[in-house]
């Protein structure tokens, strides 16, 4: 039993993570990006061919991953969301969002293959048990960007001014705050994210190609029970459904897995549309 | 291949344009019957989800193509193939089997390589009277009575599962059996499969499971088949990852149970993935006589003789994936070859007669017998239960008998 | 799209049956592919409803369209039913699955609408895989052909392609009616949906359900096709397929579609050696389309000549009839997407800051060459509602206080606004005016304090309830829908007043051509009283921003309110617009209808109301005759700036 609830706390940790990807670039542009569970798999690939293939330090090839999901967040934000913001047509960045998360994951196909691949061992610890670094290191990765996040959000000035332009954009530029860089920014901090606890779950997941789907549904229901825009919620969320995942397939094998946690999905937007955390949103007008 | 560069761009220009569905077609007979190609329509899923083995396959039967036409070709006729990558879709595969069917006019078509396509396929192929070489392994593809041209030249899925089930239980003894299986179409139906022969042999399973492919952590699953007193594992994926997974929580939790099944588990694809090569000890997977190397570290010569020669298109050094995939494809050619040249026609009654009465036809993957009744040209002698650590030039050692 | 019912219709069903023949000149392996496109178009037909026109990304049909393929399958292997009968319970199952699907999801924002439905599909193909006994489980099952004559391949191409044919038919015949007319609304601004009264969950319902049904049937013609299925067989990426398809044709249009479906289901056909890179391929086409032409294939095939139409002369002219005849088949949107969208951005900035600057006279600020095309007419006094409201009665806020956060918007806010009478309401910015129109019109709820309309409590009713009770409004930037024509925009308001439901829409039924009938007479009554009778057959994107209030005027008195919400209706118009404003609002007074005035422009507040309201940081500081309210230090102080 003890096994099945690390798992599922290990497994909440990844949804979390992109959970909080998704808070990142919400922020700032109020756009829920498709991108999230991708970035996270982007760290996980980049990983072990920085490690495996190009033979760097471990430490050297962890940096090297951050620096590339940081990238990749700016790219997203430049190419798929900052044009189409400056339309009017409010579903756009759901297309354009989409159609980069395609490019992503058919291009680690055709690079990287459609086999899942090592990813390397990071800590010298013998294998199996409780305290396998595979289940420590995306959990402590999750609460340690977790607090980051928070102490980044209320200690700094650029997290101050994230707050400030995702409560209330108009203003913020009104007063001169350069939302563009600003938002650029939060982009490339979710990237970095998802490709910080992409790389320390890569000894769970493997580095595989079509990881990035599946996270981002799961992070988003994640995001969905726990509440947009909250860290804590982020966290709860993914726990909870990581552990109700983990507890359904012990008990019910995994031929219905995907079919409870969606389904879960479905009821709880049914009865609680705003999430745990969440505040139902006010202005339409 | 410049041929089949020149089919593919008219079949492009004939596809965009509506107007193109008007063209008439250029009518395959007419000509003389003496310098007619036979054309091989070939329905390999080169890339998608199933693209590895495909590609495998598809090496073979190049090779054999080439061989044969460098040959003077089947009794002075060249063969032409028509291949088409299906991308692992059905729908796909649906569509290409109509254009090699009635667009491109082939005699033969054969795969799809993977069950999932072909179940839509033969249908079709069979409906057009086109002799069909089946590559899929699911049994509900070949029925004489429905499908009177459709042959298959692999085992079937109940060959492998008695495979392992022959080893597990009648050799090694076990009779307390735990069945794995994922999540997938084939994952699902095998396990179900399985489970019924299995307890057939007059064993019993103790514990049955399914499991999404990707899920990170087996633990629980692994721990409750030892709780429940397995002394075998059974395992039914095509997914490296998770019997890469399975074998790592065995080992992880230092239970020493035999693990049977599914090739995946011998793919060198695992080898990377597993936590420690000693995880890899104490699996059978299954394989064929024909792929193994015997007492004496030799492969019967056949097979020897084949790797020999397509070893430089494939960068000369070792193979470094199953090489019955290379046979298999290779044996397609041959077995083609074979009938043509035995009815001295592609007249698909013709071929059908010969193919009916093929008893022992030595291919290198297999001896294949096809009879009136029975359409499955693999015999179960040909299947063999290998050691999974042992893989070496993309064959293996047998298990211990 | 106008909406005028099939005037060029026989062309149309020649070009359709040329279209569908077409395919029977070549082989099989083209019937095969025709027989494909249909039975795919039969799904996007009305997926283009639920995407295109109603705005809702559904990314689940494959899911619909996998419930349909197994219902015939399973029906039909079972001898349960003929196949016939077979396909028309596979609608039935698509389309209840539609509708419990769309009940909890439609209700939600556009991102979790479209992972609900994900999420759907992913349960509908778990369930393939798991439920062997029923479906066969990973190795599928066989699926029948349709009897005699439809089991050849040329028998079952025709059946599918006429099925496809009147799927088309009859989405085309929706988007003409006031159905239409609703979902589009509802995809532009809900908010402006509800502010006619269209209530936006019942028509996504509506349309989502039918496009289960379609999906359903296309289910069961795809499986007949396929002749056997698998879980397999319905990938994610197919929706995807779907999807682009629409997103690449265009919104808002049907032939863009469908040339979006025929291209990319012949493309892997044509370059397979590359299908390697068609995942890929699908990528990087919907970015460069989402990117480079959002309006899609239907704005490219549309966009340059259209803006030539709308330059000709009002009302005539061989051009703009070949526009409207290019619209009638649903061929794009007459309009440059990029330049509407830019023009809308600066409209929005210059209303932004005549309110940052807390000019009272907006109208300096108004966008340049704005003087309105409707000279010819004088007056207003021909404005006539297109029913007489009854007299007398009030609509009152009774203490009403709201928050936002801790910011207190209203607190203890009463008003009573009487029939036949103009109510101004007047308050520097921030001062709680919009928050009171809001609540007034059903958009925010209230913290405290009641809301009545003739003595009736309707606080609690939704905001599409009030338009349908006699409470009309307009808003502060001009919400039109841009690709409809003016007279379209304005029919739009009429939604109370049309009876067809969705399926007499579909069939363009009786009642459907009455509803048409007697809309358009309507708005054509109240353009002509408001002087635009001549602008009523152009796109409204082509409309300067005081036309565009005249319209929206218009659109609200299509149900005869005996209310009407003002939002600031001067700000952006010439001193003579402002002048015409007033005597429209003069002639709706004399008609009995009371009219709520939030404005900013003093000298119209002043001129026109019979009582004003001052509201200071959402607390009401005087009501009284203009007079009273114009001599009270308070408001001098707070809000004339003395």
């Not at chain 1, 430049?78 to 400056?86: I, M, S, T």
């Not at chain 2, 399975?246 to 599914?262: C, E, F, K, Y």
């Not at chain 3, 007499?504 to 708005?523: F, H, M, N, Q, Y």
């Not at chain 3, 900013?600 to 109301?609: E, I, M, N, R, Y």
């Amino acid at each position: 039993m003890l096994s099945v609830i690390l798992s599922g706390i290990a497994l909440g940790a990844i949804y979390s993570s992109v959970a909080m990807v998704y808070n990142l670039t919400y922020a700032t542009s109020r756009v829920l990006s498709i991108t999230a569970g991708f970035t996270f798999m982007i760290g996980g690939v980049l990983g072990a061919y920085f490690i495996d293939i190009a033979k760097l330090q471990p430490i050297v090839g962890f940096l090297a991953t951050l620096v590339a999901g940081a990238l990749l967040g700016l790219a997203i934000e430049f190419v798929a969301v900052r044009r189409v913001l400056e339309r009017s047509d409010q579903h756009l960045w759901l297309l354009s969002t989409l159609a980069f998360s395609t490019i992503i994951q058919q291009v680690v196909a055709l690079t990287w293959g459609t086999e899942p691949r090592r990813f390397p061992r990071l800590f010298k610890q013998d294998f199996g048990g409780l305290l396998d670094q595979k289940y420590w290191l995306p959990i402590g990765a999750v609460l340690l960007v977790a607090a980051m996040l928070e102490l980044f959000l209320r200690r700094t000035i650029i997290g101050k001014l994230f707050v400030a332009v995702s409560d209330d954009t108009q203003a913020a530029v009104a007063r001169g705050i350069p939302v563009n860089a600003v938002r650029a920014a939060s982009y490339a901090l979710a990237g970095t994210v998802g490709s910080l606890t992409g790389f320390a779950a890569g000894q769970l997941t493997f580095a595989y190609f079509a990881l990035g789907f599946m996270l981002t549904l799961n992070g988003f229901i994640a995001l969905a029970i726990g509440g947009l825009g909250s860290t804590a919620g982020a966290l709860t969320g993914g726990l909870l459904l990581g552990l109700l995942t983990a507890f359904a397939t012990h008990f019910f094998g995994g031929a219905f897995q995907n079919s409870i946690s969606t389904g879960l999905l479905i009821i709880l937007l049914l009865a609680r549309p705003q999430g745990l955390f969440g505040v139902r949103a006010a202005r339409m007008v | 291949m410049k041929d089949i560069d020149r089919k593919g761009l008219t079949i492009s220009r004939r596809a965009v344009t509506a107007a193109a569905f008007a063209m008439p077609f250029v009518p395959a007979k007419g000509r003389a019957a003496s310098a007619e190609p036979v054309k091989i329509g070939w329905l390999p899923s080169l890339t998608g989800a199933l693209a590895t083995a495909a590609i495998g396959f598809d090496h073979g039967v190049r090779f054999g193509v080439e061989e044969a036409n460098k040959a003077g070709g089947i009794d002075g006729r060249p063969i032409e193939l028509v291949s088409r990558d299906t991308g692992s879709d059905p729908t796909n595969a649906v569509n290409l089997a109509q254009q090699l069917v009635f667009t491109g006019k082939v005699n033969f078509v054969a795969g799809p390589v993977n069950s999932g396509e072909s179940l839509a396929t033969v249908p079709i192929i069979a409906r057009a009277h086109i002799p069909n070489l089946v590559t899929g392994a699911v049994e509900e593809l070949i029925d004489p009575v429905k499908y009177p041209l459709a042959f298959r030249v692999v085992n079937t899925t109940t060959q492998w599962i008695s495979v392992a089930n022959d080893y597990g239980i009648k050799q090694l003894g076990k009779h307390k059996i735990a069945i794995v299986g994922d999540t997938t179409g084939y994952g699902t139906s095998s396990a179900k499969r399985a489970v019924e022969m299995v307890k057939a042999m007059g064993a019993e399973v103790v514990y049955t499971v399914l499991i999404d492919p990707n899920k990170t952590d087996l633990t629980d699953e692994i721990s409750k088949a030892r709780d429940a007193g397995s002394e075998a594992v059974m395992v039914w994926t095509a997914a490296s990852g998770l019997a890469a997974r399975l074998l790592n929580t065995r080992g992880d939790l230092g239970w020493n149970v035999p693990i049977i099944g599914h090739p995946v588990l011998g793919a060198p694809s695992i080898q990377q993935l597993l936590n420690k090569p000693s995880y890899w000890d104490n699996t059978i997977t299954i394989g064929y006589q024909s792929m193994s190397f015997g007492p004496d570290g030799k492969l019967p010569e056949h097979t020897q003789k084949l790797i020999d020669a397509i070893r430089p298109q494939l960068g000369s050094g070792p193979i470094q994936f199953n090489f019955w995939w290379i046979a298999l494809g290779y044996d397609v050619v041959q077995v083609i070859s074979h009938a043509v040249r035995t009815a001295k026609s592609t007249d698909p009654a013709d071929i059908r007669k010969v193919l009916n009465n093929t008893k022992d036809f030595p291919g290198v993957f297999a001896q294949y017998t096809w009879t009136e009744t029975n359409h499955n040209g693999v015999p179960d002698s040909s299947m063999a239960a290998n050691l999974a650590n042992s893989f070496k030039d993309g064959c293996y050692k047998l298990a211990p008998r | 799209m106008t909406m005028r019912a099939l005037g060029s219709g026989p062309m149309q069903f020649i070009l359709a049956a040329l279209i569908i023949l077409l395919p029977l000149l070549g082989g099989p392996y083209a019937v095969h592919l025709a027989t494909l496109i249909a039975a795919y178009w039969t799904l996007i037909a009305g997926l283009n409803l639920v995407v295109g026109f109603t705005g809702q990304l559904s990314v689940g049909h494959v899911g619909l369209l996998a419930v349909g393929a197994y219902m015939f399958a399973i029906l039909t292997a079972r001898n349960i039913v003929g196949p016939e009968v077979a396909l028309v319970l596979a609608g039935v199952t698509g389309g209840l699955c539609g509708l419990l699907l769309g009940l909890p999801s439609l209700r939600l924002p556009g991102f979790y609408f479209a992972m609900t439905t994900l999420a759907f599909t992913i349960i509908v193909v778990e369930l393939a895989v798991a439920l062997t006994d029923v479906t066969g489980g990973g190795t599928g099952v066989m699926v029948s052909a349709f009897s005699p004559p439809m089991d050849t391949q040329r028998g079952q191409y025709l059946f599918t392609a006429g099925i496809a044919g009147v799927v088309t038919l009859m989405t085309v015949l929706v988007t003409r009616s006031m159905w239409g007319r609703a979902m589009v609304s509802v995809r532009e601004s809900e908010v402006m949906a509800a502010s006619v009264g269209i209530p936006g969950y019942r028509v996504k319902l509506a349309v989502f359900t039918f496009s289960g049904v379609v999906a359903g049937v296309a289910g069961a013609l795809f499986g007949a096709l396929q002749t056997y299925i698998t879980p397999d067989t319905f990938a994610f990426d197919l929706s995807l397929f779907f999807f682009i398809c629409i997103i690449i044709g265009g919104k808002g249009s049907i032939i863009g579609p469908f040339i979006g479906t025929v291209v990319l289901t012949l493309l892997p056909e044509a370059v397979s050696p590359l299908a390697k890179y068609s995942h890929l391929f699908y990528g990087v086409l919907l970015l460069a389309v989402v990117l480079l032409i959002p309006g899609g294939l239907g704005a490219l095939i549309d966009g340059p000549r259209a803006a030539k139409a709308n330059d000709a002369s009002p009302g005539g002219g061989l051009e703009s009839h070949l526009a409207q005849a290019r619209q009638a088949f649903g061929l794009g949107r007459p309009r440059d997407d990029l330049a509407a969208a830019a023009a809308g951005q600066s409209m929005t900035q210059s209303i932004a800051s005549t309110r940052t600057l807390d000019g009272l006279d907006a109208s300096q600020h108004s966008p340049g060459g704005s003087a309105m095309r409707t000279k010819s007419h004088g007056s207003a006094a021909s404005l006539r509602l297109p029913h007489p409201v009854a007299a007398g009665g009030s609509l009152e806020a009774v203490g009403v206080s709201r928050s936002f956060d801790a910011v207190k918007a209203l607190q203890d806010v009463s008003l009573t606004a009487q029939r036949g009478t103009v109510h101004g309401l007047i308050g520097p910015n921030g001062s709680g005016k919009t928050t009171l129109l809001n609540i007034l019109s059903g958009y925010y709820a209230v913290d405290s304090g009641s809301v009545m309309l003739d003595g009736h409590n309707i606080t609690r009713s939704p905001a599409n309830w009030r338009p349908r009770h006699g409470i009309g409004r307009t808003f502060q930037t001009p919400r039109v829908i841009p690709e409809l024509t003016v007279l379209d925009n304005v029919m739009a308001g009429g939604w109370s007043e049309a009876q067809a439901t969705f399926v007499e829409a579909l069939v363009s039924g009786p009642r459907a051509i009455r509803d048409e009938r007697k809309l358009r007479g309507t708005a054509l009554a109240l353009l002509s009283g408001l002087g635009l009778r001549a602008l009523a057959e152009r796109p409204a994107n082509a409309m300067t921003h005081a036309e565009l209030r005249f319209v929206e005027i218009a659109r609200a008195l299509m149900h005869s309110p005996g209310f009407i919400l003002l939002d600031e209706p001067a700000s952006g118009l010439t001193d003579t617009e402002i002048d015409r404003l007033g005597e429209v609002i003069g002639a709706l007074r004399r008609q009995g209808v009371g009219v709520l005035l939030v404005e900013h422009h003093t000298d119209l507040v002043f001129g026109a109301s019979d009582v004003v309201t001052t509201l200071n940081f959402g607390r009401v500081i005087r009501t009284g005759t203009p007079d009273e309210v114009r001599a009270d230090p308070e408001v001098r102080r707070v809000y004339l700036g003395e």
